[in-house]
């Protein structure tokens, strides 16, 4: 029944759905089926397309969830998370996502910037934390991904990044400048 498919969006803890997941969600094999319901919800309003392959369940979604289904592999860090965890005091409005590729798009009002990381990073996940329906960097991976890609970088306060994690997280990156850099800013 129709209004079963649908009761498994709403039931399920993602806010933020693509087109695949929905499929396998509903268990549908049958593509233009999948697409015809898709399609009726969206007209009545019972779920919203954001853009092509891209739904949610209502306004009220987790725009970092859907920051990390746009591009897959992919998860917030950079300024984002740097300045929710008070090393830099700039507020950013935008959200900065770690993917395979760099781009710049506005959806729903929102901003996303993805900053290209090479392959091995991207999809090592030490330093990452799964918060149910993401990936998000942590502080001291987030500091890490924007040294690396930002040689000249100001940090307003390191003071709350966890030395051990740093040297924990640094080897996935094999970048010895960025090694340098860090001892530079720890004095070790």
Avoid: H
Wanted: no cysteine.
């Amino acid at each position: 029944m129709a209004s079963d498919k649908l009761l498994l969006l709403f039931k399920n803890k993602n806010t933020v759905f693509t087109f695949k997941e929905i499929a396998l969600l509903w268990q549908e094999t049958d593509i233009n089926s999948v697409k015809r319901k898709i399609s009726y919800y969206v007209k009545t309003k019972k779920i919203f397309r954001l853009r092509k392959g891209i739904y949610v369940k209502d306004k009220d979604y987790n725009k970092f969830e859907l920051a990390t289904k746009i591009y897959k592999p992919s998860y917030i860090s950079f300024e984002t998370v740097l300045s929710q965890s008070g090393v830099i005091f700039q507020f950013y409005s935008q959200i900065f996502v770690a993917s395979y590729l760099t781009r710049e798009i506005e959806m729903d009002g929102q901003k996303y910037f993805y900053r290209k990381i090479k392959g091995s990073i991207l999809t090592d996940p030490t330093g990452l934390e799964y918060k149910g329906t993401y990936w998000i960097a942590t502080k001291e991976r987030a500091f890490l991904d924007t040294l690396y890609l930002n040689k000249n970088y100001y940090l307003d306060n390191i003071s709350v990044l966890d030395k051990e994690k740093i040297l924990e997280i640094l080897p996935i990156y094999k970048n010895k400048s960025l090694e340098k850099r860090v001892k530079e800013i720890y004095g070790f």
